[in-house]
Protein backbone atom coordinates (compact mmCIF):
# COMPACT_ATOMS: atom_id res chain seq x y z
CA UNK A 1 0.00 0.00 0.00
CA UNK A 2 1.52 2.98 -1.09
CA UNK A 3 2.22 6.04 1.62
CA UNK A 4 1.45 8.58 -0.56
CA UNK A 5 -1.04 11.70 0.26
CA UNK A 6 -1.96 15.25 0.85
CA UNK A 7 0.70 16.93 3.30
CA UNK A 8 -1.31 19.54 5.39
CA UNK A 9 0.33 22.59 5.19
CA UNK A 10 -0.17 26.28 7.00
CA UNK A 11 1.21 29.20 6.30
CA UNK A 12 4.61 29.77 7.69
CA UNK A 13 5.76 31.99 10.31
CA UNK A 14 6.57 35.02 7.72
CA UNK A 15 3.32 34.83 6.22
CA UNK A 16 1.63 34.66 9.31
CA UNK A 17 3.16 38.44 10.45
CA UNK A 18 2.41 39.27 7.34
CA UNK A 19 -1.24 38.46 7.39
CA UNK A 20 -1.76 39.63 10.88
CA UNK A 21 -0.18 43.08 10.31
CA UNK A 22 -1.95 43.60 6.45
CA UNK A 23 -3.64 46.91 7.25
CA UNK A 24 0.56 48.41 7.99
CA UNK A 25 1.49 46.50 5.46
CA UNK A 26 -0.43 47.43 2.92
CA UNK A 27 -0.07 51.21 3.78
CA UNK A 28 2.89 51.61 1.65
CA UNK A 29 3.57 48.92 -0.28
CA UNK A 30 5.75 50.58 -2.70
CA UNK A 31 8.23 52.08 -0.12
CA UNK A 32 8.42 47.80 1.25
CA UNK A 33 9.42 47.17 -2.55
CA UNK A 34 12.14 49.15 -2.51
CA UNK A 35 13.12 48.20 0.55
CA UNK A 36 16.94 46.47 0.14
CA UNK A 37 15.94 43.02 2.07
CA UNK A 38 13.34 42.51 -0.17
CA UNK A 39 15.16 43.62 -3.21
CA UNK A 40 18.35 41.12 -2.19
CA UNK A 41 15.78 38.32 -1.68
CA UNK A 42 14.68 38.99 -5.06
CA UNK A 43 18.20 39.03 -6.68
CA UNK A 44 19.52 35.86 -5.03
CA UNK A 45 16.04 34.38 -6.71
CA UNK A 46 16.09 35.77 -10.17
CA UNK A 47 19.94 34.54 -9.83
CA UNK A 48 18.66 31.09 -8.81
CA UNK A 49 16.22 30.66 -11.59
CA UNK A 50 19.08 31.74 -13.98
CA UNK A 51 17.75 32.11 -17.33
CA UNK A 52 18.24 34.26 -20.69
CA UNK A 53 19.02 37.87 -21.29
CA UNK A 54 16.46 39.68 -22.49
CA UNK A 55 16.09 42.29 -24.96
CA UNK A 56 18.93 44.35 -23.79
CA UNK A 57 20.93 41.39 -23.90
CA UNK A 58 22.12 41.69 -20.29
CA UNK A 59 23.19 38.05 -18.55
CA UNK A 60 22.63 37.28 -15.15
CA UNK A 61 26.51 37.00 -14.62
CA UNK A 62 26.77 40.66 -16.33
CA UNK A 63 23.78 42.42 -13.42
CA UNK A 64 26.44 42.83 -10.53
CA UNK A 65 28.28 44.77 -12.38
CA UNK A 66 26.08 46.82 -13.66
CA UNK A 67 24.55 47.08 -10.38
CA UNK A 68 28.48 48.09 -9.27
CA UNK A 69 28.17 51.09 -12.10
CA UNK A 70 25.18 53.14 -10.62
CA UNK A 71 22.93 51.28 -12.73
CA UNK A 72 20.40 50.36 -9.37
CA UNK A 73 20.47 53.82 -8.27
CA UNK A 74 19.53 55.76 -11.48
CA UNK A 75 16.57 52.43 -11.84
CA UNK A 76 15.63 53.55 -8.13
CA UNK A 77 15.87 57.21 -8.69
CA UNK A 78 13.07 56.54 -11.92
CA UNK A 79 11.03 54.49 -9.51
CA UNK A 80 10.84 56.69 -6.75
CA UNK A 81 9.58 59.16 -9.10
CA UNK A 82 7.21 57.32 -11.25
CA UNK A 83 8.92 57.48 -14.56
CA UNK A 84 10.67 54.16 -14.91
CA UNK A 85 9.34 52.00 -17.99
CA UNK A 86 9.95 48.30 -18.49
CA UNK A 87 11.22 47.44 -21.14
CA UNK A 88 9.36 44.79 -23.25
CA UNK A 89 9.41 41.21 -23.01
CA UNK A 90 11.67 38.85 -25.75
CA UNK A 91 9.40 36.35 -27.28
CA UNK A 92 10.70 32.69 -27.64
CA UNK A 93 9.11 29.88 -28.05
CA UNK A 94 9.20 26.66 -27.11
CA UNK A 95 8.21 22.61 -27.81
CA UNK A 96 5.46 21.73 -26.20
CA UNK A 97 5.86 17.82 -24.47
CA UNK A 98 2.55 16.82 -26.55
CA UNK A 99 3.76 19.12 -29.69
CA UNK A 100 3.14 22.44 -30.78
CA UNK A 101 5.03 26.07 -29.41
CA UNK A 102 4.36 27.50 -26.04
CA UNK A 103 4.92 31.40 -26.33
CA UNK A 104 7.22 32.75 -23.63
CA UNK A 105 8.35 36.53 -22.60
CA UNK A 106 11.72 37.36 -20.91
CA UNK A 107 12.28 40.23 -19.35
CA UNK A 108 15.33 41.89 -18.90
CA UNK A 109 17.18 41.02 -15.82
CA UNK A 110 16.17 44.32 -14.07
CA UNK A 111 13.05 43.91 -14.94
CA UNK A 112 12.68 40.68 -13.57
CA UNK A 113 14.06 41.59 -10.02
CA UNK A 114 11.68 44.43 -9.95
CA UNK A 115 8.67 41.81 -10.87
CA UNK A 116 10.04 39.09 -8.36
CA UNK A 117 10.43 42.00 -5.57
CA UNK A 118 6.84 42.96 -6.62
CA UNK A 119 5.91 39.17 -6.33
CA UNK A 120 7.44 38.88 -2.70
CA UNK A 121 5.67 41.54 -1.57
CA UNK A 122 1.95 40.48 -2.72
CA UNK A 123 2.00 37.00 -2.27
CA UNK A 124 1.42 37.34 1.59
CA UNK A 125 -1.20 39.65 1.28
CA UNK A 126 -3.64 37.42 -2.05
CA UNK A 127 -1.74 33.90 -1.29
CA UNK A 128 -3.41 33.21 2.39
CA UNK A 129 -6.85 33.83 1.33
CA UNK A 130 -6.82 31.29 -2.48
CA UNK A 131 -8.52 28.63 -2.60
CA UNK A 132 -7.48 25.25 -1.02
CA UNK A 133 -8.19 24.01 -4.41
CA UNK A 134 -6.03 26.03 -6.27
CA UNK A 135 -2.12 24.58 -6.51
CA UNK A 136 0.18 26.28 -8.93
CA UNK A 137 2.66 28.33 -8.13
CA UNK A 138 2.04 28.83 -4.72
CA UNK A 139 4.47 28.34 -1.73
CA UNK A 140 3.99 24.59 -0.23
CA UNK A 141 1.81 23.78 -3.09
CA UNK A 142 2.22 21.42 -6.19
CA UNK A 143 1.00 19.44 -9.24
CA UNK A 144 1.19 16.28 -7.13
CA UNK A 145 -0.61 17.40 -4.70
CA UNK A 146 -3.42 18.31 -6.42
CA UNK A 147 -3.15 15.18 -8.88
CA UNK A 148 -3.81 13.30 -6.02
CA UNK A 149 -6.42 15.58 -4.79
CA UNK A 150 -8.37 14.50 -7.85
CA UNK A 151 -7.97 10.86 -6.82
CA UNK A 152 -9.38 11.46 -3.59
CA UNK A 153 -12.59 13.09 -5.05
CA UNK A 154 -12.75 10.23 -7.65
CA UNK A 155 -13.20 7.76 -4.77
CA UNK A 156 -15.94 9.65 -3.53
CA UNK A 157 -18.06 7.85 -6.78
CA UNK A 158 -17.31 10.93 -9.07
CA UNK A 159 -17.18 8.94 -11.88
CA UNK A 160 -16.98 11.42 -14.75
CA UNK A 161 -14.90 14.85 -15.57
CA UNK A 162 -15.20 17.57 -16.80
CA UNK A 163 -11.83 18.44 -18.46
CA UNK A 164 -11.83 22.56 -19.41
CA UNK A 165 -9.13 24.07 -21.97
CA UNK A 166 -8.63 27.12 -21.82
CA UNK A 167 -7.89 28.98 -25.32
CA UNK A 168 -4.37 30.71 -25.20
CA UNK A 169 -5.41 32.05 -21.28
CA UNK A 170 -1.79 33.63 -20.80
CA UNK A 171 -2.30 35.81 -24.29
CA UNK A 172 -5.92 36.36 -23.05
CA UNK A 173 -6.14 37.59 -19.67
CA UNK A 174 -8.17 40.64 -19.50
CA UNK A 175 -5.81 43.44 -18.12
CA UNK A 176 -9.17 45.92 -17.00
CA UNK A 177 -10.34 43.10 -14.78
CA UNK A 178 -7.27 41.83 -13.32
CA UNK A 179 -6.47 45.25 -12.10
CA UNK A 180 -10.00 45.59 -10.81
CA UNK A 181 -8.82 42.48 -8.43
CA UNK A 182 -6.39 43.80 -7.58
CA UNK A 183 -7.06 46.76 -6.38
CA UNK A 184 -9.36 45.07 -3.73
CA UNK A 185 -6.23 44.34 -1.51
CA UNK A 186 -4.03 46.85 -3.15
CA UNK A 187 -4.69 50.66 -2.26
CA UNK A 188 -0.98 51.55 -3.11
CA UNK A 189 -1.28 53.72 -6.50
CA UNK A 190 2.46 53.29 -6.97
CA UNK A 191 2.68 50.38 -6.99
CA UNK A 192 -0.51 49.33 -8.88
CA UNK A 193 0.94 51.94 -12.01
CA UNK A 194 4.16 50.02 -12.05
CA UNK A 195 2.10 46.64 -12.04
CA UNK A 196 -0.33 48.09 -15.06
CA UNK A 197 3.18 49.32 -17.27
CA UNK A 198 4.25 46.06 -17.16
CA UNK A 199 1.22 44.26 -18.13
CA UNK A 200 1.45 47.25 -20.90
CA UNK A 201 4.99 46.75 -21.61
CA UNK A 202 4.83 44.57 -25.33
CA UNK A 203 6.69 42.18 -26.74
CA UNK A 204 9.61 42.10 -29.51
CA UNK A 205 9.21 39.77 -31.60
CA UNK A 206 12.07 38.87 -34.32
CA UNK A 207 13.04 42.91 -33.54
CA UNK A 208 8.98 44.41 -34.16
CA UNK A 209 7.42 46.01 -31.12
CA UNK A 210 3.99 44.69 -30.62
CA UNK A 211 1.53 46.58 -28.28
CA UNK A 212 -0.15 44.31 -25.12
CA UNK A 213 -3.51 45.09 -24.73
CA UNK A 214 -4.51 42.46 -23.21
CA UNK A 215 -2.58 38.87 -21.79
CA UNK A 216 0.14 38.44 -19.26
CA UNK A 217 3.55 37.14 -20.94
CA UNK A 218 4.81 33.69 -19.55
CA UNK A 219 8.18 34.10 -18.47
CA UNK A 220 8.09 36.50 -15.60
CA UNK A 221 8.28 35.82 -12.50
CA UNK A 222 5.11 38.25 -11.55
CA UNK A 223 2.97 36.36 -14.11
CA UNK A 224 2.07 33.37 -11.99
CA UNK A 225 0.87 35.69 -9.13
CA UNK A 226 -1.13 37.46 -11.58
CA UNK A 227 -2.76 34.70 -13.15
CA UNK A 228 -3.49 33.36 -9.75
CA UNK A 229 -5.00 36.43 -9.05
CA UNK A 230 -7.05 36.54 -11.97
CA UNK A 231 -8.60 32.96 -11.76
CA UNK A 232 -9.76 32.98 -8.01
CA UNK A 233 -12.82 34.01 -8.89
CA UNK A 234 -13.17 31.12 -10.70
CA UNK A 235 -11.86 28.73 -7.98
CA UNK A 236 -14.42 30.94 -5.44
CA UNK A 237 -17.73 30.54 -8.12
CA UNK A 238 -17.14 26.72 -8.28
CA UNK A 239 -17.00 26.59 -4.94
CA UNK A 240 -20.05 28.41 -4.24
CA UNK A 241 -21.71 25.91 -6.52
CA UNK A 242 -20.05 22.92 -4.33
CA UNK A 243 -18.53 22.11 -7.54
CA UNK A 244 -15.20 18.98 -6.10
CA UNK A 245 -12.60 19.96 -8.42
CA UNK A 246 -8.59 20.83 -8.55
CA UNK A 247 -6.95 23.50 -10.86
CA UNK A 248 -3.27 24.06 -11.20
CA UNK A 249 -2.47 27.42 -13.13
CA UNK A 250 -4.77 27.08 -15.89
CA UNK A 251 -5.72 23.31 -16.41
CA UNK A 252 -8.21 22.34 -13.63
CA UNK A 253 -10.67 19.40 -14.07
CA UNK A 254 -14.02 19.43 -12.25
CA UNK A 255 -15.57 16.09 -10.95
CA UNK A 256 -18.94 14.86 -11.11
CA UNK A 257 -21.53 11.97 -10.62
CA UNK A 258 -23.14 11.91 -13.88
CA UNK A 259 -22.47 12.47 -17.83
CA UNK A 260 -25.91 14.98 -17.63
CA UNK A 261 -24.05 16.75 -14.58
CA UNK A 262 -21.06 17.32 -16.14
CA UNK A 263 -23.06 18.32 -19.45
CA UNK A 264 -24.51 21.37 -17.22
CA UNK A 265 -21.20 22.35 -15.30
CA UNK A 266 -19.30 22.58 -18.82
CA UNK A 267 -22.10 24.91 -20.01
CA UNK A 268 -22.62 27.20 -17.28
CA UNK A 269 -18.76 27.34 -16.81
CA UNK A 270 -18.08 28.33 -20.38
CA UNK A 271 -20.77 30.82 -20.39
CA UNK A 272 -19.22 32.43 -16.55
CA UNK A 273 -15.49 32.42 -17.89
CA UNK A 274 -16.71 34.05 -21.26
CA UNK A 275 -18.91 36.32 -19.35
CA UNK A 276 -17.15 37.63 -16.65
CA UNK A 277 -13.65 36.53 -17.07
CA UNK A 278 -13.83 37.31 -20.60
CA UNK A 279 -11.84 34.42 -21.63
CA UNK A 280 -12.38 31.36 -24.51
CA UNK A 281 -12.61 27.76 -23.93
CA UNK A 282 -11.40 25.90 -26.28
CA UNK A 283 -14.47 23.60 -27.20
CA UNK A 284 -12.80 21.31 -28.88
CA UNK A 285 -10.54 20.13 -26.30
CA UNK A 286 -13.27 20.49 -23.68
CA UNK A 287 -15.28 17.32 -22.93
CA UNK A 288 -17.31 15.27 -20.26
CA UNK A 289 -15.80 11.91 -20.16
CA UNK A 290 -15.18 8.62 -17.93
CA UNK A 291 -12.45 9.83 -15.47
CA UNK A 292 -10.40 6.96 -16.83
CA UNK A 293 -10.49 8.75 -20.38
CA UNK A 294 -9.42 12.26 -18.83
CA UNK A 295 -5.79 13.81 -18.60
CA UNK A 296 -4.80 16.27 -15.71
CA UNK A 297 -1.28 16.97 -15.44
CA UNK A 298 0.15 14.18 -17.45
CA UNK A 299 -1.69 11.50 -15.73
CA UNK A 300 -5.65 9.78 -15.68
CA UNK A 301 -7.09 7.78 -13.25
CA UNK A 302 -8.74 4.25 -12.75
CA UNK A 303 -11.04 2.92 -10.25
CA UNK A 304 -9.08 5.20 -7.87
CA UNK A 305 -5.89 5.26 -8.73
CA UNK A 306 -3.01 7.23 -10.43
CA UNK A 307 -1.89 6.36 -13.94
CA UNK A 308 0.44 7.68 -16.41
CA UNK A 309 -1.53 8.73 -19.15
CA UNK A 310 -0.37 7.37 -22.99
CA UNK A 311 1.01 10.59 -24.03
CA UNK A 312 2.73 10.92 -21.24
CA UNK A 313 4.32 7.37 -21.69
CA UNK A 314 4.87 8.02 -25.50
CA UNK A 315 6.46 10.95 -25.05
CA UNK A 316 8.92 9.80 -22.11
CA UNK A 317 9.58 6.57 -24.94
CA UNK A 318 10.69 9.40 -27.32
CA UNK A 319 13.00 11.30 -25.25
CA UNK A 320 14.38 8.19 -23.73
CA UNK A 321 14.93 7.19 -28.02
CA UNK A 322 16.72 10.32 -28.44
CA UNK A 323 19.30 9.90 -25.07
CA UNK A 324 19.66 6.20 -26.44
CA UNK A 325 20.21 7.01 -30.37
CA UNK A 326 23.25 4.61 -31.28
CA UNK A 327 24.24 7.64 -33.44
CA UNK A 328 24.40 10.29 -31.19
CA UNK A 329 28.24 10.31 -31.51
CA UNK A 330 29.30 10.71 -27.74
CA UNK A 331 30.86 8.90 -25.35
CA UNK A 332 28.67 6.53 -22.75
CA UNK A 333 29.25 7.86 -19.82
CA UNK A 334 28.16 11.44 -20.93
CA UNK A 335 25.42 9.30 -22.47
CA UNK A 336 24.23 7.18 -19.39
CA UNK A 337 24.53 10.95 -17.62
CA UNK A 338 22.06 12.01 -19.48
CA UNK A 339 19.58 9.57 -19.73
CA UNK A 340 20.05 8.86 -15.94
CA UNK A 341 19.44 12.86 -15.33
CA UNK A 342 16.01 12.10 -17.30
CA UNK A 343 14.79 9.70 -15.64
CA UNK A 344 15.39 10.88 -12.25
CA UNK A 345 13.92 13.96 -13.16
CA UNK A 346 10.72 11.73 -14.66
CA UNK A 347 10.31 9.57 -11.97
CA UNK A 348 10.32 12.50 -9.31
CA UNK A 349 7.42 13.70 -10.59
CA UNK A 350 5.31 11.08 -12.17
CA UNK A 351 6.09 7.97 -9.71
CA UNK A 352 3.23 9.33 -7.62
CA UNK A 353 1.37 6.69 -10.56
CA UNK A 354 0.36 3.67 -9.23
CA UNK A 355 2.78 1.71 -11.99
CA UNK A 356 5.03 0.01 -10.10
CA UNK A 357 4.73 -2.91 -13.21
CA UNK A 358 5.42 -0.05 -15.69
CA UNK A 359 8.34 0.99 -14.48
CA UNK A 360 9.90 -2.37 -14.64
CA UNK A 361 8.93 -3.02 -17.57
CA UNK A 362 10.35 0.58 -19.16
CA UNK A 363 13.53 -0.30 -16.88
CA UNK A 364 13.94 -3.81 -18.98
CA UNK A 365 13.04 -1.38 -22.37
CA UNK A 366 16.36 0.96 -21.72
CA UNK A 367 18.20 -1.87 -20.30
CA UNK A 368 18.28 -3.05 -23.94
CA UNK A 369 18.56 0.13 -25.58
CA UNK A 370 21.60 1.27 -23.69
CA UNK A 371 23.00 -2.52 -24.61
CA UNK A 372 22.34 -1.41 -28.20
CA UNK A 373 23.96 1.84 -27.92
CA UNK A 374 27.04 -0.06 -26.05
CA UNK A 375 26.81 -2.38 -29.55
CA UNK A 376 26.94 0.06 -31.40
CA UNK A 377 29.89 1.88 -29.72
CA UNK A 378 32.08 -1.53 -30.42
CA UNK A 379 31.50 -0.92 -34.23
CA UNK A 380 34.55 -3.81 -35.49
CA UNK A 381 33.39 -7.68 -34.96
CA UNK A 382 37.18 -8.31 -33.56
CA UNK A 383 36.42 -4.88 -30.66
CA UNK A 384 33.01 -6.80 -29.76
CA UNK A 385 35.05 -10.25 -29.12
CA UNK A 386 37.38 -8.30 -26.86
CA UNK A 387 34.81 -6.89 -24.63
CA UNK A 388 33.06 -9.47 -24.42
CA UNK A 389 35.57 -11.85 -23.46
CA UNK A 390 36.56 -8.99 -21.20
CA UNK A 391 33.67 -8.98 -19.21
CA UNK A 392 33.41 -13.22 -18.82
CA UNK A 393 31.61 -14.25 -21.95
CA UNK A 394 33.33 -17.57 -23.05
CA UNK A 395 34.80 -17.44 -26.43
CA UNK A 396 32.60 -19.08 -28.81
CA UNK A 397 29.70 -17.23 -27.67
CA UNK A 398 31.96 -14.19 -27.55
CA UNK A 399 32.99 -15.25 -31.52
CA UNK A 400 29.52 -15.99 -32.37
CA UNK A 401 28.10 -12.32 -30.83
CA UNK A 402 30.92 -10.98 -32.70
CA UNK A 403 30.38 -12.00 -35.98
CA UNK A 404 26.59 -12.17 -36.27
CA UNK A 405 24.86 -10.66 -39.07
CA UNK A 406 22.14 -9.37 -36.21
CA UNK A 407 21.47 -5.35 -35.97
CA UNK A 408 22.73 -3.95 -32.66
CA UNK A 409 18.74 -3.95 -31.43
CA UNK A 410 17.96 -7.91 -31.83
CA UNK A 411 21.57 -7.98 -30.98
CA UNK A 412 21.39 -6.06 -27.69
CA UNK A 413 18.58 -9.47 -26.80
CA UNK A 414 21.33 -11.90 -27.25
CA UNK A 415 22.59 -13.85 -24.36
CA UNK A 416 26.59 -13.34 -24.58
CA UNK A 417 25.76 -9.22 -24.50
CA UNK A 418 23.03 -9.84 -21.43
CA UNK A 419 25.75 -11.34 -19.56
CA UNK A 420 28.55 -8.80 -20.65
CA UNK A 421 26.17 -5.92 -19.85
CA UNK A 422 24.35 -7.25 -16.91
CA UNK A 423 21.41 -5.21 -15.00
CA UNK A 424 24.48 -5.17 -12.18
CA UNK A 425 27.06 -3.67 -14.80
CA UNK A 426 24.90 -1.42 -16.44
CA UNK A 427 23.91 0.13 -12.69
CA UNK A 428 27.63 0.08 -11.46
CA UNK A 429 28.17 2.02 -15.12
CA UNK A 430 25.45 4.83 -14.15
CA UNK A 431 22.16 3.30 -15.44
CA UNK A 432 19.37 4.64 -13.10
CA UNK A 433 16.49 2.39 -12.56
CA UNK A 434 12.74 3.76 -12.51
CA UNK A 435 11.73 0.82 -9.99
CA UNK A 436 13.77 2.09 -7.54
CA UNK A 437 12.73 5.61 -8.22
CA UNK A 438 9.41 4.67 -7.79
CA UNK A 439 9.80 2.94 -4.81
CA UNK A 440 11.90 5.76 -3.22
CA UNK A 441 8.68 7.77 -3.96
CA UNK A 442 6.02 5.36 -2.52
CA UNK A 443 8.35 3.93 0.52
CA UNK A 444 11.05 6.57 1.48
CA UNK A 445 12.05 4.82 4.29
CA UNK A 446 12.59 1.64 2.88
CA UNK A 447 15.99 0.33 1.13
CA UNK A 448 15.72 -0.47 -2.61
CA UNK A 449 17.63 -3.97 -2.91
Not at 32 to 47: C, F, G, I, T, Y
Not at 198 to 207: Q, T
Not at 349 to 374: S, T
Request: charged share 25%; proline share 4%.
Amino acid sequence: MSNLSIPTTSPDDYYRQRIDMQPAFNSDLFQQLLEPENLHRAWRQVKANKGAAGIDGMTIEAFPLWMQQGGWQRCKSLLERGEYNPSAVRRVEIDKPDGGKRKLGIPNVIDRVIQQAIAQILTPLFDPFFSANSFGFRPNRNAKQAVLQVRDIIKQKRKFAVDVDLSKFFDRVNHDLLMTQLRIKVQDKRLLALIGKYLRAGVMVNDQFEASFEGVPQGGPLSPLLSNIMLDSLDKELESRGHKFARYADDFIILVKSIRAGERVLKSITRYLATKLKLVVNEQKSQVVEVGQSKFLGFTFNRGKIQWHAKTLHIFKQKMKRLTNRNWGVSMGYQLFKVRQYMQGWINYFGIANAYQGCVDLDHWIRRRVRMCYWRQWRKPRTKVQNLLKRGVRIQAAVACGITSKGPWRSSKTPGIQQALSNEYLKKAGLYSLRDGWIAVHYPNQKVS
